[in-house]
């Protein structure tokens, strides 16, 4: 017996609005289908028999194919959206007979692992399990219908419901779990014989009880796991939901959070301990933060890795860079990609670092450009010195040893090294290699016009 999750994702997802298929749009970053997509593997990998779930895509399929890469994944096309009974059966010759059958919906993406597994383990005593919920409104959904002794009996649809039927506030949340050959079955019984004119999966719940087989309910008491997304709105109140989750798993994690509802979390972020987060950072991608880290307020950080004890200050930018223990960055830093700052380094305002290592303890404080540039330590940059890094075609390298001084306003034209130790006077345009411990300027000489006079406005 080996498990096999099905996840439909073939809809339209008209009431997105959308050019896009609605199981791509995000929810955390990551497009609801892949929320789906990780659980489902999450309960494959503690399956040793198995290893291959199967996606039922159609609307937009193409789409969806080219951004969920994964090889584990069996596609199965279903060219027309006939319903969900019809979508599970178009990967009829995929299902084994002994498979244990886990089915979801690529556009309820808050599902737990867990509550994937209560299903499949339900199975161990009874031929179908369903996974319901209680909801205060449930219009729109498909209605849990029991008998006198509260077996469920059938799922009827919206759509085909009465006004009794409609009252029962039990509703399917479209989890369902079988053995291939029951599940096989009972699909090729369906019929479109209702008010959509649909297959629909729901109806395997009546055949299941008609043959006297079991059928058992699931209740997940925490309606938002499995809510679906139909339209924006949706998607908003999940977002939310889901951020807010992120936020107690932070806190849980040792992270204090200034408030729990401005944080979002974009992606997966590692915390140490005894981190501080102030209000409305954005954590995009993978990012990991050491322990004591202070992120202040209003910063984006992307794929980036924070060390012990360092602080980034209000409203900087950071994108694929690594940042030492105790350094300091911002407030308004931009440090783009390869932003290497070592222990104790020091990026001010207004100041933008790529593709370049700050030495242990530089200083680069004030208005700069570092761009393409291996710094040594203890440096110190001068405010509004610029790396000229580009001549337009190419781009070079800059070098500065340590203990270097640049003064303020300098350029340096790359390809170019500042030895160890070196000084270079304000306002220099530097375009030869500078000698260690040695005052390099390039300067105008001042000077002063004995009896100039400014200029007075003619009549
Ligand atoms: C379905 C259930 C309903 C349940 C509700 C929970 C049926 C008949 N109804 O209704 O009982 O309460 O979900 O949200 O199953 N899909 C396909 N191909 C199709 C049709 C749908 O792949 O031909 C996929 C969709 O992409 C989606 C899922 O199946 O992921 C559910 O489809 P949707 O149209 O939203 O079903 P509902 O009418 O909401
Ligand atoms: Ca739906």
Redesign the pocket.
């Known amino acids: 017996m080996k498990l096999l999750p099905i996840i439909?994702?073939?809809?339209k997802?008209t009431r997105m609005v959308s050019e896009r298929p609605?199981?791509l749009h995000a929810i955390g970053g990551q497009s609801m289908l892949q929320h789906v997509i990780n659980r489902c593997s999450e309960l494959l990998n503690g399956d040793k028999s198995s290893s291959n779930l199967i996606v039922?895509y159609?609307h937009g399929g193409e789409q969806v194919r080219a951004v969920i890469d994964n090889e584990a994944i069996d596609w199965v096309l279903?060219a027309e959206?006939?319903?969900?009974?019809?979508?599970v059966d178009q990967a009829r010759e995929l299902i084994a007979d002994d498979d244990l059958v886990l089915i979801a919906?690529?556009?309820?993406p808050l599902i737990k692992t867990k509550t994937l597994q209560s299903l499949v383990d339900g199975l161990a005593d009874a031929d179908l399990t369903v996974l319901t919920t209680v909801l205060d409104n449930p219009t729109?959904?498909?209605r849990i219908v029991r008998n006198s002794q509260g077996s469920i009996e059938n799922?009827t649809?919206e759509k085909d419901a009465n006004a009794k039927i409609k009252k029962i506030t039990e509703?399917?949340?479209?989890v369902i779990a079988a053995d291939g050959k029951n599940l096989k079955s009972w699909l090729s019984q369906l019929s479109p014989d209702n008010a959509q004119g649909?297959y629909?999966?729901?109806d395997c719940i009546g055949l299941a009880v008609a043959e006297g087989k079991k059928v058992a309910a699931v209740l997940c008491e925490d309606a938002m796991e499995v809510q679906?997304v139909?339209d924006r709105l949706q998607q908003a109140q999940l977002e939310r939901e889901y951020q807010k989750r992120q936020a107690e798993k932070l806190m849980l994690a040792g992270v204090s959070l200034a408030d729990p509802a401005r944080i979002d979390v974009r992606g997966e972020l590692q915390v140490g301990k005894d981190v501080f987060i102030d209000v409305n950072n954005v954590f995009i991608g993978n990012t990991t933060l050491g322990n004591h880290v202070i992120i202040e307020s209003g910063c984006v950080i992307t794929d980036s890795h924070i060390e012990d004890n360092a602080r980034i200050k209000a409203n900087s930018v950071l994108e694929n860079a690594h940042v030492g223990k105790n350094c300091e960055a911002g407030p308004f830093a931009r440090l783009r990609p390869d932003a290497v700052l070592k222990e104790n380094a020091k990026v001010g305002n207004f100041v933008e670092i790529k593709k370049s290592t700050i030495g242990q303890g530089s200083k680069v404080s004030h208005l700069s450009y570092i761009g393409d540039t291996q710094m040594g330590s203890n440096v110190n940059i001068g405010a509004g010195t610029i790396t000229c890094n580009y001549d337009g075609a190419n781009k070079f390298q800059t070098i500065i040893g340590n203990d270097a001084f640049i003064g303020s306003d300098s350029q340096l034209i790359a390809p170019v090294t500042v030895a160890e130790g070196a000084t270079i006077g304000a306002g220099s345009t530097i375009t030869k290699d500078t000698p260690a411990e040695q005052l390099t300027l390039s300067r105008a000489k001042q000077m002063t016009i004995t009896g100039w006079k400014r200029p007075i406005k003619q009549k």
Do not use: S
């Not at 959206?81 to 979508?87: I, L, P, R, S, V």
């Open positions: 439909l994702a073939a809809g997802g609605k199981v039922v159609g279903q959206q006939k319903g969900t009974g019809h979508a919906y690529g556009d309820a729109g959904y498909g799922i649809e509703v399917n949340t479209g649909e629909y999966l729901t679906g139909n």
